[in-house]
Nanobody
């Protein structure tokens, strides 16, 4: 089992920045991929950014150049640094982890609201 706890969401004005954190616990040695997803009201959950165990990263086109995903293996933590935030970035942001056996785990989500 893997447990994920997100933090760092909040209310910010357009153009501002936030940093989300996701702390993983449990059988973390078996995780090969972690990502940040988001879901806005009335929309499907979408991938924002992901990072592999080897530190390969990928981003949604809508956040490239504005968001940065990183990891601190010593702290079992993945971060999402969000800059130049836009109102359309408003959503619940979820941390996700995938193990080598393809099982997936989700955090409880953290709300990000960007005011115009």
């Amino acid at each position: 089992q893997v447990q994920l706890v997100e933090s760092g969401g909040g209310l910010v004005q357009a153009g501002g920045s936030l940093r989300l954190s996701c702390v993983a616990s449990g059988t973390i040695f078996s995780i090969n991929y972690m990502g940040w997803y988001r879901q806005a009201p009335g929309k499907q959950r979408e991938l924002v950014a992901g990072i592999t165990k080897g530190a390969g990263v990928n981003y949604a086109d809508s956040v490239k150049g504005r968001f940065t995903i990183s990891r601190d293996n010593a702290k079992n933590t993945v971060y999402l640094q969000m800059s130049s935030l836009k109102p359309e970035d408003t959503a619940v942001y979820y941390c996700a982890a995938r193990r080598y056996d393809s099982s997936a785990y989700w955090g409880q989500g953290t709300q990000v609201t960007v005011s115009s």
